[in-house]
């Protein structure tokens, strides 16, 4: 049968089950399910391939690095921005670094988390401790000047500093492991579309 044929006996079918609500509510069921794909099809994880990176990338922006993942080898670059503070220099300083990301064809970069990203990370830490007294001490130290080197005076004086850096390359560790899914399912320039995803949408 041709397409016109197949359109009128698929329409006869309906017909005799245009009366009858629940057949047409699981024919809709499965028309929707079926036969349309709202979402594009989306890997359930990042290729295995590039596991090996997410723990040296996360270390890496932790020290302020900026890095650069070759999507063909997992190879990786990093060096810290403060190397092109003066513009006049960069030329200069990348000759003498020979850096290798300029000659990748495919390469994706993850920066330092923003000031505001990484405050979240010590709040969710400090929102799970069981110490409360500690947990008092430390929001009082976010709610104040300086939190950033306040928060470090406080844990580096405390039973919490191993936890807490726990706590951070894990958080760090899931930052890049996102950054990467979402480049490999949405590809290069989409870094964006991290706005509109929820963490519940993400497989991990």
């Known amino acids: 049968m041709n397409a016109s044929e197949l359109l009128d006996e698929v329409l006869g079918h309906i017909r005799l089950i245009k009366e009858d609500k629940e057949k047409l509510e699981t024919l809709l069921e499965f028309i929707k399910d079926q036969l ?3 979402e594009p099809n989306q890997p359930e994880e990042i290729p295995q391939q590039f596991e090996k990176v997410i723990n040296p990338i996360a270390q890496a922006i932790d ?3 900026i890095c650069y993942l070759n999507t063909d080898t997992a190879e990786i670059e990093e ?3 403060d190397l092109f503070e003066f513009e006049d220099e960069d030329e200069e300083i990348e000759d003498e670094l020979s850096l290798k990301h300029h000659n990748w064809s495919n ?3 993850i920066e330092p ?3 505001q990203e990484s405050f979240e990370i010590m709040s969710d830490f400090v929102m799970q401790l069981k110490d409360i007294p500690m947990q008092i001490k430390l929001l009082n130290v976010l709610d104040r000047k300086k939190p950033f080197a306040n928060f470090k005076r406080v844990i580096d004086n405390s039973n919490h500093r191993k936890s807490w850096f726990e706590f951070k390359n894990k958080a760090l560790e899931k930052y890049v492991r996102t950054q990467l899914y979402l480049h490999f399912t949405y590809g ?3 870094k964006t579309k991290s706005d509109s995803v929820k963490p519940e949408d993400l497989p991990f």
Request: proline share 11%; glycine share 12%.
């Open 188 to 190: 290069t320039g989409e």
């Open 36 to 38: 349309f794909d709202d």
């Open 113 to 115: 988390l923003e000031p």
């Open 107 to 109: 390469c994706f970069q």
């Open 63 to 65: 020290a302020g690095m």
């Open 79 to 81: 060096f810290h921005p």
